[in-house]
Structure formats: structure tokens, C-alpha cells
């Protein structure tokens, strides 16, 4: 993903995050550099949020 990141090939990131803790964790945008993130749309529960962003590179 971070490839396709850094090369500029992807306009839109859904993320579905989970509050738990495994390991160490991995940095999710490592060297992409400033992606220009815009926050589109939220929801969630109490398990999960949610979240759209676009890449406005």
C-alpha cells in the first residue's frame, strides 16, 4: 500500500480501526511522505470507528 501511497495511485483510504493492542504495532504510512489527508466521512461503535479520508495530494 505504501508504495501505491508514495507513487500517488490512490484517492480515497477507508480505515476500520479497532482498539487493540498487538506487538509492537507497524507504522501504517511509513516513508510516503506528506500525504495531504482530508477527513470525508466517520461512524462507528463502540468496537470499531470508521473513517474515509482523501488523498489530496
Known amino acids: 500500500m505504501n508504495q501505491y501511497l508514495?507513487?500517488?495511485?490512490i484517492d480515497e483510504l477507508r480505515?476500520?480501526?479497532a482498539?487493540?493492542?498487538l506487538?509492537?504495532?507497524?507504522?501504517?504510512?511509513a516513508g510516503v511522505g506528506?500525504?495531504?489527508?482530508?477527513l470525508v466521512d466517520?461512524?462507528?461503535?463502540?468496537?470499531v470507528t470508521h473513517l474515509t479520508?482523501?488523498?489530496s495530494r
Open 15 to 17: 480505515l476500520h480501526l
Open 42 to 47: 466517520q461512524s462507528g461503535t463502540d468496537l
Open 6 to 9: 508514495a507513487a500517488g495511485l
Open 23 to 29: 506487538g509492537a504495532g507497524e507504522r501504517l504510512f
Open 34 to 38: 506528506d500525504l495531504g489527508l482530508e
Open 53 to 55: 479520508y482523501r488523498v
Open 19 to 21: 482498539p487493540v493492542v
